[in-house]
């Protein structure tokens, strides 16, 4: 722990995710105008006192862990361009058993723009009424980190075909490929579905479809890999690996949304209806989110029990982004499948777990430093 490793950028996306969740519950749930929900469109004098405490805490979270996200990010980008001079950042890039942490900074900084489109821009109304304004500046950023993540994703493949390694090494942590791909894909979607211009739209839609697929490839067999590994050894894997196992959640999570602003896209800018749609992608990957989401903490049970509290490892911060990730679907879905009081709670209860295990890992993370 003395050392960097790029794996502690987990820890500023869990908080920027955590910003989204109460964006995306108001966004789904509270009755506003044609698009996206700004501060200016609730009327706090026409709510209840419970309509009331429930949206200033939402607020107050967004609050709270974006300054988090962005405290954590400086700091740990100051850490990691001393870290870029190392030997142990070349050491890890030519390993393919442990370079996909280096893809945890990308994921981060991308969760930033998700930030800005949801979180702050909720707050700044003048930012919101004039959205369109930002969709240029916003693309030429995202296609900027497009690029860079792209070339960084295909380097680290290329690596791991000409390198040789002990393939039943492999864990879950494997999946931040085609988390970083994910995440990139997402942000680039919701370009694609909130610009007006046609070819910023169109552009943003290309480049989204061409990071998604390759995503969406390198998770399938992935996936395969990984458990065709698992079987073929006795027991679970090391302790600081089992974290990683709920990974899958937030790489389904993002290409669900990511389809589903394509979706949005398709609407805007090729007039066809799509409502059947959004419901089959958002109500299927929900449901395989639930059962994965129990496998994968039955999994766990003796982990919580035994080890969890006594040692900290940097992928135990990988527990934060499921939690984070099934509220942010079950917020889509809310809109999609039905107003249901029960799958509300299921969302509270999801963010407020994430919101636990952030400052649960906070602590633990400086104990060890």
């Known amino acids: 722990m003395k050392k960097f490793n790029p794996l502690v950028f987990l820890a500023s996306l869990g908080a920027g995710g955590i910003s989204v969740i109460p964006f995306a519950l108001l966004n789904y749930s509270f009755p506003h105008e044609k698009g996206l929900i700004y501060i200016g469109q609730v009327d706090h004098g026409s709510l209840s006192i419970m309509q009331e405490l429930l949206i200033r805490f939402l607020e107050g979270t967004m609050i ?6 962005f405290v954590l990010t400086i700091i740990f980008f100051v850490q990691l361009w001393k870290w870029l001079k190392e030997k142990e950042f070349t050491d890890m890039l030519h390993d393919p058993l442990s370079n996909s942490s280096m893809l945890a900074p990308f994921i981060s900084v991308v969760m930033t723009l998700n930030v800005f489109i949801g979180p702050i821009r909720y707050f700044i109304s ?12 916003a693309f030429i950023v995202w296609a900027l980190i497009w690029v860079a993540l792209m070339a960084f994703e295909i380097k680290l493949l290329t690596i791991s075909f000409e390198k040789s390694f002990d393939v039943n090494k492999i ?11 994910a995440m990139l894909s997402v942000t680039g979607a919701g370009i694609a579905a909130l610009a007006q211009n046609a070819e910023i739209a169109h552009v943003s839609a290309f480049l989204t ?50 389809a589903f602003r394509l979706g949005h896209y398709i609407e805007h800018h090729h007039s066809m209806e ?89 602590v633990k993370h400086l104990k060890v430093k």
């Not at 864990?171 to 791909?181: C, I």
């Not at 129990?294 to 006594?310: P, R």
Request: aromatic letters at 20%; one cysteine or more; proline letters at 5%.
């Open 64 to 69: 709270v862990f974006v300054s988090i996200h």
């Open 171 to 181: 864990h879950f942590g494997w999946l931040l490929h085609p988390f970083a791909l």
């Open 274 to 362: 799509m409502g059947p749609y959004f419901l089959i992608v958002i109500l299927s990957a929900f449901a395989f989110e639930t059962w994965y989401m129990a496998f994968g903490l039955s999994l766990l049970k003796n982990y919580f029990k035994n080890h969890f509290s006594k040692e900290f490892y940097l992928s135990q911060w990988g527990l934060v982004c499921p939690f984070v990730a099934y509220a942010v679907l079950g917020s889509f879905l809310y809109s999609v499948f039905v107003l249901s009081i029960l799958l509300y709670a299921v969302i509270l209860a999801s963010m407020l777990t994430s919101i636990v295990f952030f400052f649960i890992l906070s």
């Open 126 to 137: 003048s930012m919101a009424e004039n959205l369109q304004v930002f969709m240029m500046p």
């Open 209 to 258: 479809v061409v990071s998604a697929s390759m995503g969406f490839f390198l998770l399938v067999v992935k996936l395969i890999a990984l458990f065709k590994s698992h079987f073929a050894l006795p027991g679970l894997p090391e302790r600081q690996f089992l974290p990683s196992f709920l990974i899958v959640i937030p790489n389904i999570t993002l290409y669900a949304i990511t």
